[in-house]
């Protein structure tokens, strides 16, 4: 079990797009495996985690690592295929952002698709909620996007005494 530092803010590495992960190589794999490991770990010791991003734990990769009613798996080149025009406002938190609570908007529901580890496609036509906005903080994750990012579009500043791109203000 390889455990990982998780990444925080004021990092520039949480800012910087993912890579799509060729499935045909290898370079990848260690990384996924890890982050599954790390999301495992951090559920044990905080009690609580649904997700965890490739570039929280420093990867490159296009990778999620899922815990929660989607499944236990990491998704490798996850992508939303779908929102819906409705939305709904969350608090929303983040391993990597300790301590605070973001108000964000997000889509009511998404549909999302991404393959697993082995290969094997999952499709998910419509997650409400919830899982919606799960999907979308981590996907955010791997587009360079932060809730921080998202609250200050939203609200036309930072949220929370938080300036995302340095750290706690």
């Given at each position: 079990?390889?455990?990982?530092?998780?990444?925080?803010?004021?990092?520039?590495?949480?800012?910087q797009v993912a890579q799509a992960v060729d499935p045909?190589?290898?370079?990848?794999?260690?990384?996924?495996?890890?982050?599954?490991?790390?999301?495992?770990d951090l559920k044990v010791r905080?009690?609580?985690?649904?997700?965890?991003?490739g570039?929280?734990?420093?990867?490159?990769?296009r990778l999620i690592a899922f815990d929660c009613r989607l499944g236990t798996f990491v998704a490798v080149n996850p992508?939303?295929?779908?929102?819906?025009?409705e939305?709904?406002?969350?608090?929303?938190?983040c391993f990597s952002i300790p301590g605070r609570k973001v108000p964000v908007t997000r889509s009511k529901a998404v549909a999302f698709e991404c393959v697993d580890i082995d290969g094997h496609a999952h499709v998910f036509e419509r997650l409400?909620?919830?899982?919606?906005?799960?999907?979308?903080?981590?996907?955010?994750?791997?587009?360079?996007?932060?809730?921080?990012?998202?609250?200050?579009?939203?609200?036309?500043?930072?949220?929370t005494g938080v300036d995302s791109r340095m750290g706690a203000t």
């Open positions: 079990m390889a455990v990982r530092e998780v990444v925080l803010i004021g990092d520039a590495r949480l800012w045909a190589k290898q370079d990848w794999r260690q990384d996924a495996i890890d982050l599954a490991d790390t999301l495992a905080r009690g609580f985690g649904r997700g965890l991003a570039p929280q734990i420093g990867s490159p990769w992508r939303i295929t779908w929102r819906s025009d939305t709904f406002s969350v608090l929303d938190d409400e909620p919830d899982l919606a906005e799960l999907v979308q903080h981590e996907v955010d994750h791997l587009d360079g996007i932060l809730m921080t990012d998202r609250a200050g579009q939203q609200h036309g500043s930072t949220a």
